[in-house]
């Protein structure tokens, strides 16, 4: 029947400086990839990913963007209207982790969620299989999750993206929960047009009939 | 005996041209199988002769036509944002873009975004507007704006337009398929006799006037996507485009024709703050009657049902008590008679079709189908090339008269400050024969206007 | 106008064959079957695709009882979102309410009570209402029990049956159990009240007789 509920959507944008391997991480994890080739002259990646949450499917809209100056003035189109910001980084670099904050405020001040300090963030630390170079360890990062209103914090690889899902379940997830927590606040019928006489024969809005 | 509505029909409950593009449509559809793959939409979505996206301007799907699901194409949604927002950081605005036989229109009307994938090049950003238009129709402009003010950017539009889907795609098939998209901004007709036409649009008046409705404005009868007639309280007036957006509504069954329908709806051009309160009745569609006619009687006030219903009684009574022309409405309604070319007299052979729109009054004319334009094919093409003259003298303002000979047929074109006239002619006409065959023509629509155009108005 | 003016005022004591009219509104989320329930009732038909209401619909049926004939004039409204806040508008001075669920729906269990609460406190204190678990027919999705709906019922004092458009089990036992509910005669001996539709401010007095 027409009217039944349709699969849940949502934006999801991926920040981090280039290099991090977002890239490749998405590649795993995305069951359509539309194309890799935009990043460069827009700024952007788009993929698209279908989670299963008990009896629902959510499709999430990933944006994966380039991470470069350059691109930081389409901000507010890109930023704003998601539902999550994934934030990544690169465990074996240090300055990646350090950027983590300028992305972080960058993405709520273009973004302007109502409510930022509730706004769901995720952290991905990437490339965790090169343990012998790993220059920020789980617990600095995760302590950085907790000063930053407990984001939830995985870690990831690109040869195990199990992770990865997690993260984007979790993000479904509680999307969902949040959903369903929203308040029955109905859109109120606008009042009674006010009719107004001058309306009345107008030449160039009616036609003669 | 030929059901014949404009652009010409074969079965009874076909409005017409919308159903034979609806089946080109689907018959490419039917090879999709299981498409998951992006790519693989993305290739099927190109053979199509047109597709049209809604989105918010922050990239989220919120309708696609032809019965797709939005999931399929949030990665595409998400292209087409990033190409509008792309060009307003510059401080421009996307509008549109061509590629081989690809024409892509973009129309960004905060808090949303429409695009169009099109084979065909003509309007489409008339057609935005009106999809655009449609949208508003259903929510009202301000609340389509205050819903993402209150909600949020991520708000999803769907909640709100949940089970409109069907309205929406007929809004955008009817445009597309009629024969010229000047259409959405003007309508036609019921050829009726004038004596009758007269008695219907004085008995609505007359009913609507004693009722002593206070915010009741409009009283409209439709059958087939064509007026019978309008009544109106005092000098409101009512915009074609508001016309077409209920036409729309009563028609292709999106609403129970066995029951009275009392529907909000905001009509964009009069008021796009606020709704209307449309009472609609199909009062002789029943298991005793076949009679495709809606009645419409639209006030600004919402406790008016009961007001209107009575309205309603009063004018089926009148009309039915009046045998002659309840029987002259019926057949006017079940099988229209358009404007046979041969009514303009000898030599007039070489004429196939044509379309008259007057300016002033907004309304069309067009001829019925005529051999050798009788089938689907030949209709679609008629209506194909009466588009393209349309386009070409909408690009070229100043352009006043046209004359295209081809080896299938000749294209006349003539507009006017007063009308645009778009004719097909056979293959072997000159422009001088052609020339007097228009003149012909247009005098004798004239003399009938009448029957093929509302002249006067009742108002209550 | 409309009013549903009775002559003279006063309910004739006794006697069959009296006429009334009652408003019924039925309510509920989008898809439950509200339309579907009506169709049958007043057509006897169902459609496997049935169309999403725009609006609302306005049908009437009329049902025999023993001692009364019973007019029913019903207002099938749309579920969706977009319409809730004008609800109001067709359950105010309604004399009887159908409450629609979903029974593989919990969500609209869950929808259904609200409009339960909404009507206790808005709609009119002596609204008959009833509770509908639509789409029996497919009880082996069932996610909401037959027994939960049946004690929230009984809590609420709202009739309560699990219905089928599809198969008309118990569609039109629900408006028959409203029907025989309905007050029949004056309220408190009071003379018959007219119910403007124009004023839905206006207190409901129980029926109107002829």
């Known amino acids: 029947m027409s009217g039944t509920r349709k699969k849940a959507l949502l934006k999801v944008i991926i920040l981090g400086d280039s290099g991090v391997g977002k890239t490749s991480l998405m590649n795993q994890y995305v069951n359509r990839r539309f194309s890799n080739q935009y990043k460069a002259t827009i700024g952007a990646d788009f993929l698209t990913r279908d989670v299963n949450i008990d009896d629902r499917t959510v499709t999430l809209q990933i944006w994966d963007t380039a991470g470069q100056e350059r691109f930081q003035s389409l901000g507010v189109a890109f930023y704003r209207g998601a539902d999550c910001c994934v934030l990544a980084f690169d465990v074996t670099n240090a300055a990646s982790f350090k950027s983590l904050d300028s992305w972080r405020d960058e993405f709520l001040i273009q973004a302007s969620p109502r409510d930022p300090d509730h706004f769901p963030f995720v952290l991905l630390g990437n490339k965790v299989d090169l343990e012998s170079q790993r220059a920020v360890s789980s617990k600095r990062a995760q302590s950085w999750c907790q000063t930053k209103g407990n984001i939830p914090y995985y870690e990831v690889s690109a040869k195990e993206a199990l992770n990865v899902e997690a993260a984007f379940l979790a993000i479904a997830r509680d999307a969902l929960a949040r959903e369903s927590q929203e308040t029955n606040d109905f859109p109120e019928f606008p009042d009674q047009i006010r009719l107004n006489p001058n309306q009345q024969n107008q030449q160039n809005s009616g036609c003669n009939c | ?460 | 106008m409309a009013a549903r003016n009775s002559a003279g005022g006063a309910a004739r004591p006794g006697g069959p064959n009296r006429t009334c009219q009652f408003k019924l509104v039925l309510l509920g989320e989008s898809a439950v079957g509200k339309s579907s329930l009506v169709l049958r009732f007043v057509k006897g038909q169902f459609h496997e695709y049935q169309e999403s209401t725009i609006g609302a619909a306005f049908l009437t049926q009329t049902v025999c009882l023993d001692d009364a004939t019973i007019k029913f004039e019903i207002w099938d409204t749309a579920g969706q979102e977009r319409y809730h806040s004008l609800a109001p508008m067709y359950y105010r001075g309604a004399q009887a309410a159908i409450v629609v669920y979903d029974i593989t729906n919990t969500e609209s269990f869950i929808k259904a009570k609200n409009w339960v609460k909404e009507l206790q406190r808005q709609a009119s204190p002596n609204i008959v209402m009833a509770l509908a678990g639509n789409k029996a027919d497919v009880a082996q999705k069932r996610t909401v029990e037959y027994e939960e709906a049946n004690a929230y019922a009984e809590d609420n004092a709202l009739l309560f049956m699990e219905t089928s458009a599809k198969t008309s089990m118990n569609v039109n036992d629900i408006f028959m159990a409203i029907a025989k509910k309905l007050p029949i005669g004056p309220a408190q001996g009071e003379p018959t009240g007219t119910v403007d539709m124009n004023q839905p401010q206006q207190q409901q007095k129980g029926s109107c007789c002829k």
Not at chain 2, 346 to 366: D, K, P
Request: proline share 3%; hydrophobic share 40%; net charge neutral.
């Open chain 2, 1 to 460: 005996m030929e059901e014949e509505v404009p652009g010409g029909s074969a079965e009874a409950t076909d409005t017409g041209s919308e159903a034979s593009f609806k089946v080109s449509q689907r018959e490419i559809e039917d090879v999709e199988e299981n498409l998951k793959n992006a790519e693989a939409i993305f290739e099927h979505l190109e053979q199509l002769p047109f597709q049209v996206f809604i989105l918010s301007e922050f990239g989220k799907p919120i309708f696609v036509n032809n019965d797709r699901d939005e999931g399929e194409v949030v990665s595409l949604a998400a292209l087409i944002c990033a190409f509008v927002s792309r060009c307003q950081s510059w401080g421009d605005s996307l509008m549109s873009m061509t590629s081989q036989d690809n024409h892509i229109q973009f129309l960004h009307k905060s808090p949303l975004i429409f695009c169009v994938v099109s084979k065909y090049a003509e309007q489409l950003d008339q057609q935005l507007e009106v999809l655009f238009e449609q949208i508003c129709s259903i929510l009202s402009k301000s609340q389509l704006e205050n819903v993402y003010k209150k909600k949020g950017d991520n708000y999803d539009l769907r909640k709100l337009l949940r089970g409109t889907d069907r309205l929406i795609d007929s809004s955008i098939s009817s445009w597309r398929a009629s024969p010229i998209n000047l259409v959405d901004s003007s309508i036609s007709a019921i050829p009726m006799n004038s004596s009758d036409r007269e008695f219907l649009s004085t008995t609505m008046a007359s009913c609507m006037g004693a009722a002593k409705l206070d915010g009741a404005l409009f009283g409209i009868m439709i059958a087939r996507r064509q007026i019978a007639a309008i009544v109106r309280f005092k000098k409101y007036v009512i915009h074609p485009r508001d016309l077409n957006i209920l036409i729309n509504l009563v028609s292709d069954t999106t609403l129970k024709t066995d029951s009275q329908n009392w529907v909000p709806i905001c009509l964009p051009r009069f008021n796009d703050t606020g709704f209307f309160y449309a009472y609609i009745s199909y009062p002789w569609c029943n298991k005793d009657q076949d009679i495709p006619a809606c009645l419409v009687l639209l006030s600004v006030k919402r406790d008016h049902f009961d007001g209107l219903k009575e309205v309603r009684q009063q004018i089926v009574t009148k009309l039915e008590n009046n045998a002659k022309f309840f029987t002259n409405f019926s057949q006017a309604v079940k099988t229209p008679n358009l404007y046979q070319i041969s009514q303009i007299g000898s030599n007039s052979e070489s004429l196939w079709s044509f379309l008259y729109l007057n300016h002033s009054s907004r309304q069309v004319c067009m001829s019925a189908s005529k051999i050798p334009l009788i089938t689907r094919t030949e209709r679609w093409m008629a209506r194909c090339e009466m588009r393209r003259s349309s386009a070409l003298s909408t690009r070229h303002p100043h352009l006043r008269t046209l004359f295209v000979r081809g080896t299938k047929h000749c294209l006349f074109v003539w507009v006017t400050d007063l009308f645009s006239l778009y004719c097909i002619f056979g293959p072997f006409v000159t422009a001088a024969v052609s020339f007097q065959v228009v003149e012909k023509l247009l005098k004798s629509l004239k003399s009938h206007e009448q029957r093929y155009f509302i002249i006067n108005t009742t108002s209550f």
